[in-house]
């Protein structure tokens, strides 16, 4: 169980003077700027769970993971996981958990994706038997079988990534942290992670607590949501309801064969107008995205179009502007 | 930061070997970089060798007992720089999150941050240390108990090194990685300074290389002792057996520097 209480972190940047005699006047004198990247954030997580930790960029969510892994000491507050303090006991809490950020690889750069696997076992100390079992299961799962005599640094991103999610459970830890997983993957690429880890989650249990900024990842995986904003905590819940109530709306971005009409039905909103072109927000619950289009292409020939999802900026901006929704 | 346990040991050499087979990616930049360095002992060792010739002695040392003392400090300096080399690059590792990784592993940190660079080319480095030394060994025809002294002070040095290299590393924290020449002026610098006997420097520097940071017991002083010459130069017998605890108390000193560094990271943060 995660629990967190509280928690604060505070970051001094420290204001560098350049060059070598620079550095000799860093050691001795030195000036801070305080920067709170959380403020205060409480959550239980149960075994089991799979959470989805949300926020935009900047909003805390990876000094909360480097807190809860045991990277960083909190500032303020407290943090136990399964009992133990993450810095304070970092030896046996590390042991039980699985970390992946996906902008660093845990791997050995230049070596074959099974060197690093065999080190990591050394490293974790996992009997023999038990980590051919488990590394067998998991490059099945992962498919990353004909890739164990690559190079690293020859990896695509995408196979990459499935490598490294094989690596941070070779030691078949009880949780997992994922430090946005998804970006920059292909959309299959992402498929294969999001069965993965559904797959992982439900058939053995296994804890998993995802930072990312793309809400379809949460859609798809997490029954729950932590929103996070500027280090704050600002909704823990399920993603259908801020759904039912924010995420409703759509952006259709149109682009005309000829002047954009003037005019445009009620309930939809004009967000920006070009001489040909239009982005209107509307809600599928008052005006559906056939209607809004056959309403536009009566009055003048459509050339193209896309509809978008709201991203999670103008979700939290709602929240502010409108509040949260009712508890279930 | 526990003892090395034979464990740790092991994986001190997996982690290691991981990194040598690493660099064997780039064979040709290996090669290159092993013949320049095959070359450093010659142009280490030439302008010894001619001041000795010109003069005759320096301060009445030989060519060959200056080769003693610079095969004494190229084997500790050589073995710590192979072994230890991921905190002499420790400032970028900082910076660039290898510590991060580390602390994610549930072992510990200073074996683990050793061998986030290992370069086996300076093998080599130690290889021609050790042939210097023989070679000295043989000229100055050299008795067990020399020997002795010789090994105390190569063991001295291997810890005095190791202790400076830890506290260049830990002031990274502090720095954000900016003091990377602070480091290198104390290894190179120092292992340069010792090509020499500490007598031929002035009594200030001479002070500072014995009192100050204590690079004499790394050498000079086991030297001294090995060439039966302690009371020759004015130094009491007992002298040269501080080597250790001379040496001792640098590394203790960079180690408690590298643990105050590494909680203010964690309490910090980069």
Redesign the interface.
Same mark, same amino acid.
């Given at each position: 169980m995660i629990e967190v209480v509280a928690l604060r972190?505070d970051?001094?940047i420290?204001v560098?003077h350049?060059g070598?005699w620079?550095?000799?006047r860093?050691?001795v004198e030195?000036r801070y700027n305080v920067v709170r990247?959380v403020d205060g954030i409480s959550f239980t997580i149960e075994p089991g769970e799979f959470v989805g930790f949300v926020g935009p960029n900047g909003a805390g969510k990876s000094?909360t993971i480097?807190i809860l892994?045991?990277?960083?000491?909190p500032?303020d507050g407290s943090v136990t996981v399964n009992g133990l303090v993450p810095?304070r006991d970092?030896?046996?809490h590390?042991?039980d958990i699985g970390?992946v950020?996906g902008q660093?690889t845990?791997l050995?750069?230049?070596?074959p994706v099974t060197?690093s696997y065999d080190?990591l076992r050394?490293?974790?100390?996992v009997p023999e038997a038990e980590y051919r079992a488990q590394r067998e299961r998991l490059c099945e799962l992962l498919e990353v079988g004909p890739l164990l005599d690559t190079?690293v640094r020859k990896l695509s991103l995408g196979q990459r990534m499935r490598c490294e999610l094989a690596a941070a459970l070779l030691h078949a830890p009880t949780m997992l942290f994922l430090d946005e997983p998804t970006i920059g993957l292909d959309v299959v690429a992402k498929e294969t992670v999001r069965t993965f880890l559904a797959a992982e989650n439900r058939e053995r249990g296994t804890t998993v607590l995802l930072a990312t900024h793309d809400l379809s990842d949460v859609e798809r995986l997490c029954p729950r949501m932590i929103l996070i904003d500027r280090g704050a905590l600002v909704y823990d819940g399920p993603l259908e309801a801020i759904r039912r109530r924010f995420g409703a709306e759509r952006e259709l971005r149109v682009d005309f064969e000829g002047a954009a009409p003037a005019e445009l039905p009620d309930s939809v909103e004009e967000q920006e107008r070009g001489p040909e072109r239009l982005v209107l927000r509307f809600r599928p619950g008052e005006i559906s995205s056939a209607k809004l289009i056959a309403w536009l292409s009566d009055r003048q020939t459509i050339a193209d179009l896309e509809i978008h999802e709201p991203p999670i900026e103008r979700i939290v901006a709602e929240i502010y502007r409108r509040g949260l929704p009712p508890p279930e | 930061m526990a003892a090395p346990l034979p !464990?740790d040991l092991? %994986?001190y050499v *997996?982690?290691a070997g991981?990194r040598i087979?690493?660099?064997m990616?780039y064979r040709l930049s290996f090669a290159v970089h092993t013949v320049i360095d095959a070359f450093l002992i010659v142009s280490d060792l030439a302008p010894v060798y001619l001041l000795s010739r010109y003069f005759g002695a320096l301060e009445g040392w030989t060519f060959a007992e200056l080769a003693l003392l610079y095969g004494m400090v190229g084997l500790s300096w050589g073995l710590v720089e192979t072994t230890l080399r991921g905190f002499q690059k420790f400032g970028p590792f900082l910076v660039d999150?290898e510590l !991060?990784?580390v602390? %994610?592993?549930? *072992?510990g940190v200073l074996l683990q941050m050793a061998t986030a660079q290992i370069e086996a080319r300076k093998v080599g480095r130690i290889l021609q240390a050790g042939l210097v030394l023989g070679i000295a060994f043989v000229f100055l025809d050299l008795g067990p108990a020399s020997v002795a002294w010789v090994a105390l002070g190569v063991a001295g040095g291997i810890l005095f090194f190791a202790g400076i290299l830890l506290l260049g590393a830990a002031?990274q924290f502090?720095?954000?990685g900016?003091?990377a020449?602070?480091q290198n002026m104390l290894t190179y610098g120092g292992s340069a300074a010792l090509l020499y006997p500490v007598s031929i420097y002035s009594t200030w520097f001479r002070r500072v290389l014995t009192y100050g940071i204590p690079l004499a017991f790394v050498n000079y002083f086991p030297a001294l002792a090995a060439l039966g010459r302690t009371a020759e130069a004015g130094w009491p017998p007992w002298i040269p057996a501080l080597s250790p605890f001379a040496c001792g108390a640098v590394l203790a000193l960079g180690m408690l520097a590298f643990r105050r560094g590494l909680r203010r990271y964690?309490?910090?943060?980069s």
């Open positions: 972190k970051y001094r420290a560098h350049r070598f620079g550095a000799l860093n050691l030195t990247a000094t480097k892994t045991g990277v960083l000491e500032t810095r970092r030896i046996e590390t042991r970390v950020f660093r845990q050995w750069w230049d070596l060197e080190l050394h490293i974790y100390s190079p | !464990d092991r %994986l *997996r982690l991981a087979r690493e660099q990616n999150g !991060d990784r602390l %994610l592993r549930p *072992r002031s502090w720095t954000m900016q003091t020449e602070l964690e309490s910090t943060g």
